[in-house]
């Protein structure tokens, strides 16, 4: 074989290297410029669908999201995180306030409209929103924070909030709303501001928040001769006439990991996540096994079938609304889409809550509020949009387009609500909803519970032990 | 031709020539200066390496003996109690323990007892299958299309192709297709062998097995294929008038003649398996109750659902020492079967 005799020879080698030195110089220069540029396009629309838990949870347009893992729509949420002005404009003395929320396209839509508004209406303020997908905003507000460039007023879901509020990350409130009589915070619902209140400090104003209900089809009912679904017992009845006199194959859905489905049946029957002073785990307890074994008997017996697996929707609203299913516990977040794709159905559609005879009236509620960075550089202007976000106005400017519910008494007493059952019978929960909300370990608790859950309804673990099994985890991690 | 015209175009290449003059210089003298050039043409892959690669691995390395508050941007050393000596180590323990023959080795039956010991057991397991099925595979595939057959590139590119899809399209068409109402079960609804492939916890790894083996063998196939050309065809011509028949030449010439192929693909293939993750993710998200959850889902959940950077560092770095044991000794192994001719 003939080698290049260029190579062995100095001076060739010399001219080479020289050239090579600079064809080095403008390779590495242009590929680190390309990778500077690149970077700053990944991840930007993802839009991941989740998918794995699907229990209906949809942040499409919905206002307090159902279910922080499961984001039906969120293939169109296009923006993904990148700035987006409001007003390209900046005057000498305004005060710029960056404004971050998440929202498909109709909720991002409503939600610039109203900073657009008030925006315009004061001189002192700009505002620069910021829109990401739901499935990355938890994590981009953490890094934000972490690198000191979060937003200064911003959406924040009841689960996240003892995180931030125990670290000292967000603006105190109490100083801007208790005793303001125009603003009345006694107007709003005082377990919605729970979550996001910390050692008697209010960090964050509910924007809005739903319940889950069990909406049920009434004219899959009237078809059976079924009840209407008042307890559990009657739940059960009315899926099994459904499933005997329809043709209807599972008349429940519900997600492998049940977030929207387990957590009230276990406060209905007495049951509960942790003791009261939220030292221990009590999810062991015999309520909470009886409540996941009722559950489980619907799945075994094929009465509900689970998302994605038995039944081909990956959500409540498409399951309900092409009536391949007669039930679902789910919130606010799939009426647009009932209401727009499925009209026939929507107008069949009723909402309750069953609960066990004996029981205590109880469900799971999503809630999300306005806040503000406690390292805010105007935490005057910062306090004043978040007040303008969710007082009685500001409010009904976003309930009122009929995505979420508004947090305040007043504005649920509105005659709105006459005209839309489904809304109206969602409220009507509102005063026995409690948050998914278990202190800073939230995430990791809710996790070890929907794993454990998610064993029994695939059929890999009997209901006792699964239960007992999270018990133990959630007391090594408190 | 020349496009400066005086000014500060002819500035510049003045400043360039003398540049260059400079770099000849240097370029000319031997030894220890031809080494600085060298230096200088590494500078700026060293720069960037260094900026993104080694400086967030060494802070990492420190954040795994932290507990890391995202908020306040600070860390506290993670102090635990080890036989009496009081060491920065909480997050390892954290992750180590209860060890995995504790409970009647309850970590490896369930996810309940100690998760990082069942990712670890999912990891083992998905290696223990792909690395060998994948490297046989690769191996026998580059065998049939090194031969002379019709459409030998079609069928190389058709191999091929799963490697140019990203692990998640690979991860969500897999969901599809194993879906209970998937492709897959369609086709065995009829022989009565329909089965929630990915959704039932029992089959979940299996089927991440089955897209592992679907997207590596390309990759080695394409590997071998080079091996096979370097492998010189006097050789075969020796063995064939020595009466080898078609087996022996394949187990004497060509699997010997492909050691240095061998040991890369095994390398890189215990390497990706150990650090499987997009697939695992886009798949089931770890799931159905934590049936693929692997080592590397783990620490990202840890880090980036839990926010427990501190501890989600210290599995990090745990993986890091297995997958370099497990390097390093395919390494050494290497270097014992090395023969000079």
């Known amino acids: 074989m003939t080698r290049n005799d260029s190579t062995d020879d100095g001076t060739d080698r010399d001219r080479l290297t020289r050239r090579r030195l600079l064809y080095s110089g403008?390779?590495?220069?242009?590929?680190?410029?390309?990778?500077?540029?690149?970077?700053?396009?990944?991840?930007?629309?993802?839009?991941?669908?989740?998918?794995?838990?699907?229990?209906?949870?949809?942040?499409?347009?919905?206002?307090?999201?159902?279910?922080?893992?499961?984001?039906?729509?969120?293939?169109?949420?296009?923006?993904?995180?990148?700035?987006?002005?409001?007003?390209?404009?900046?005057?000498?003395?305004?005060?710029?306030?960056?404004?971050?929320?998440?929202?498909?396209?109709?909720?991002?839509?409503?939600?610039?409209?109203?900073?657009?508004?008030?925006?315009?209406?004061?001189?002192?303020?700009?505002?620069?929103?910021?829109?990401?997908?739901?499935?990355?905003?938890?994590?981009?507000?953490?890094?934000?924070?972490?690198?000191?460039?979060?937003?200064?007023?911003?959406?924040?879901?009841?689960?996240?909030?003892?995180?931030?509020?125990?670290?000292?990350?967000?603006?105190?409130?109490?100083?801007?709303?208790?005793?303001?009589?125009?603003?009345?915070?006694?107007?709003?619902?005082?377990?919605?501001?729970?979550?996001?209140?910390?050692?008697?400090?209010?960090?964050?104003?509910?924007?809005?928040?739903?319940?889950?209900?069990?909406?049920?089809?009434?004219?899959?009912?009237?078809?059976?001769?079924?009840?209407?679904?008042?307890?559990?017992?009657?739940?059960?009845?009315?899926?099994?006439?459904?499933?005997?006199?329809?043709?209807?194959?599972?008349?429940?859905?519900?997600?492998?990991?049940?977030?929207?489905?387990?957590?009230?049946?276990?406060?209905?029957?007495?049951?509960?996540?942790?003791?009261?002073?939220?030292?221990?785990?009590?999810?062991?307890?015999?309520?909470?096994?009886?409540?996941?074994?009722?559950?489980?008997?619907?799945?075994?017996?094929?009465?509900?079938?689970?998302?994605?697996?038995?039944?081909?929707?990956?959500?409540?609203?498409?399951?309900?609304?092409?009536?391949?299913?007669?039930?679902?516990?789910?919130?606010?977040?799939?009426?647009?889409?009932?209401?727009?794709?499925?009209?026939?159905?929507?107008?069949?559609?009723?909402?309750?809550?069953?609960?066990?005879?004996?029981?205590?009236?109880?469900?799971?509620?999503?809630?999300?509020?306005?806040?503000?960075?406690?390292?805010?550089?105007?935490?005057?202007?910062?306090?004043?949009?978040?007040?303008?976000?969710?007082?009685?106005?500001?409010?009904?400017?976003?309930?009122?387009?009929?995505?979420?519910?508004?947090?305040?008494?007043?504005?649920?007493?509105?005659?709105?609500?006459?005209?839309?059952?489904?809304?109206?019978?969602?409220?009507?929960?509102?005063?026995?909803?409690?948050?998914?909300?278990?202190?800073?370990?939230?995430?990791?608790?809710?996790?070890?519970?929907?794993?454990?859950?998610?064993?029994?309804?695939?059929?890999?673990?009997?209901?006792?032990?699964?239960?007992?099994?999270?018990?133990?985890?959630?007391?090594?991690?408190? | 031709m020349s496009t400066f015209d005086g000014g500060i175009g002819s500035r510049v290449v003045g400043a360039v020539g003398s540049a260059r003059s400079r770099l000849a210089a240097l370029a000319d003298r031997p030894t220890t200066e031809n080494n600085l050039v060298g230096y200088l043409l590494v500078l700026p892959n060293v720069v960037v390496f260094s900026l993104f690669l080694l400086g967030p691995i060494a802070y990492a390395f420190v954040l795994s003996f932290q507990e890391w508050n995202l908020f306040l941007g600070t860390g506290e050393p993670a102090w635990t109690e080890v036989f009496g000596v009081r060491l920065p180590v909480a997050n390892y323990l954290d992750t180590l323990m209860p060890l995995p023959w504790e409970n009647d080795w309850g970590s490896i039956r369930s996810p309940s007892y100690n998760l990082w010991w069942f990712a670890v057991r999912n990891t083992v397991a998905y290696t223990a299958v792909v690395v060998p099925v994948q490297i046989v595979g690769g191996f026998l595939v580059a065998l049939a299309l090194d031969t002379r057959i019709r459409g030998k590139k079609v069928f190389r590119a058709a191999y091929f192709m799963p490697v140019m899809l990203s692990a998640a399209a690979s991860g969500v068409i897999w969901r599809w297709v194993m879906a209970k109402n998937g492709v897959l079960n369609e086709l065995l609804r009829p022989l009565g062998l329909a089965y929630p492939w990915a959704s039932s916890p029992d089959t979940a790894l299996a089927a991440l097995m089955l897209i592992g083996l679907w997207g590596g063998i390309g990759f080695n196939m394409i590997l071998y294929l080079a091996g096979l050309q370097n492998i010189p065809e006097e050789l075969y011509e020796a063995a064939r008038i020595d009466g080898a028949d078609g087996w022996q030449r394949v187990r004497h010439v060509t699997w010997p003649n492909l050691r240095n192929t061998h040991f890369f693909v095994t390398v890189l293939a215990i390497i990706g398996t150990f650090q499987v993750f997009g697939i695992a993710l886009a798949f089931a998200e770890g799931g159905p109750a934590r049936a693929t959850t692997t080592i590397v889902v783990l620490i990202y959940e840890t880090a980036f659902v839990e926010s427990s950077f501190g501890r989600a560092a210290s599995m990090a770095f745990l993986l890091f020492a297995v997958v370099f044991v497990f390097s390093y000794y395919r390494y050494r192994i290497q270097q014992q079967q090395e023969v000079e001719y």
């Open chain 1, 26 to 478: 403008a390779v590495s220069s242009l590929v680190f410029t390309a990778g500077c540029g690149g970077g700053s396009d990944s991840g930007t629309d993802d839009g991941s669908d989740g998918g794995g838990d699907g229990d209906g949870g949809s942040d499409g347009d919905g206002g307090s999201d159902g279910d922080g893992s499961s984001d039906g729509d969120g293939g169109s949420d296009g923006d993904g995180g990148m700035g987006t002005d409001t007003d390209g404009g900046m005057d000498g003395d305004a005060t710029t306030l960056s404004v971050a929320s998440w929202g498909g396209e109709t909720e991002q839509e409503i939600v610039t409209g109203i900073l657009d508004e008030y925006d315009s209406s004061n001189d002192s303020v700009r505002i620069e929103y910021q829109n990401t997908p739901f499935g990355e905003y938890s994590q981009t507000l953490q890094t934000q924070f972490a690198g000191d460039e979060e937003p200064d007023v911003f959406y924040l879901i009841a689960d996240d909030a003892p995180t931030f509020m125990r670290n000292g990350a967000l603006l105190a409130l109490d100083d801007y709303v208790r005793g303001d009589d125009a603003f009345n915070l006694d107007d709003i619902l005082d377990n919605l501001l729970e979550p996001f209140t910390y050692e008697g400090t209010i960090y964050g104003i509910p924007k809005d928040f739903t319940p889950v209900g069990l909406m049920y089809d009434t004219a899959h009912l009237d078809q059976a001769g079924a009840p209407d679904p008042e307890t559990w017992s009657d739940m059960r009845t009315a899926l099994e006439m459904v499933k005997s006199e329809t043709d209807v194959e599972y008349p429940m859905a519900v997600g492998s990991q049940p977030r929207n489905t387990l957590m009230q049946l276990v406060w209905q029957n007495g049951g509960d996540v942790l003791n009261e002073d939220g030292t221990e785990a009590v999810i062991g307890s015999q309520e909470a096994i009886e409540a996941l074994e009722f559950l489980n008997g619907l799945v075994e017996d094929d009465l509900a079938g689970i998302y994605e697996q038995d039944i081909e929707a990956t959500w409540a609203a498409p399951a309900l609304g092409e009536g391949t299913t007669t039930m679902a516990m789910t919130g606010a977040w799939v009426i647009s889409t009932l209401e727009g794709d499925y009209s026939e159905v929507y107008d069949a559609l009723e909402v309750g809550m069953p609960v066990p005879e004996g029981g205590e009236e109880a469900t799971v509620v999503f809630t999300t509020s306005w806040s503000a960075s406690a390292n805010t550089d105007a935490p005057d202007a910062a306090a004043g949009l978040v007040k303008a976000l969710t007082n009685e106005e500001g409010m009904w400017d976003w309930a009122s387009t009929g995505t979420a519910l508004p947090s305040r008494q007043s504005l649920l007493e509105r005659d709105f609500y006459d005209d839309r059952p489904l809304l109206d019978g969602l409220g009507d929960l509102g005063s026995v909803g409690r948050p998914l909300v278990f202190g800073p370990k939230t995430p990791t608790i809710l996790d070890s519970i929907m794993t454990e859950a998610e064993a029994v309804l695939t059929g890999d673990k009997d209901p006792a032990t699964a239960l007992e099994d999270a018990q133990r985890q959630i007391n090594q991690e408190l």
